[in-house]
């Protein structure tokens, strides 16, 4: 599956995003899917992941815990992530992933586990 992320741009602290990923090629019905994001000189991490029947199974990195909320359009075949009170160290380049199966929390969380990447879309907030 190919995905395509978009959405990011330059926000002031305080301000919200929706980060959207658009998948051709397959459906992404059947895929759990999961945002990271690599800060400059950082390594990747976890954001937000959604399993496939999508409703509760939802999970979140503490640091976004309250501020992002994950979700899906599977007629759409798009998911996206909406970030409210954005703040500095939120800046960072966002990527959408998808993870085929069953997996558990923990495999969510986990970014060498998912098998395609988006190419990534810029969030910058300003302070």
């Known amino acids: 599956v190919q995905l395509q992320a978009s959405g990011g741009g330059l926000v002031q602290a305080g301000g919200s995003l929706r980060l959207s990923c658009v998948a051709s090629?397959?459906?992404?019905?059947?895929?759990?899917m999961g945002w990271f994001r690599q800060a400059p000189g950082k390594e990747r991490e976890f954001v937000a992941a959604i399993r496939w029947s999508g409703g509760t199974s939802r999970f979140y990195a503490k640091s976004v815990q309250g501020r992002f909320t994950i979700s899906r359009d599977n007629a759409k075949n798009t998911v996206y992530v909406q970030m409210n009170s954005l703040k500095p160290e939120d800046t960072a380049v966002y990527y959408c992933?998808?993870?085929?199966?069953?997996?558990?929390?923990?495999?969510?969380?986990?970014?060498?586990?998912?098998?395609?990447w988006g190419q990534g879309t810029l969030v910058t907030v300003s302070s």
């Open positions: 090629g397959r459906t992404l019905s059947m895929n759990n």
């Open positions: 992933a998808s993870k085929r199966g069953h997996p558990i929390q923990s495999t969510l969380m986990n970014g060498e586990l998912y098998e395609d």
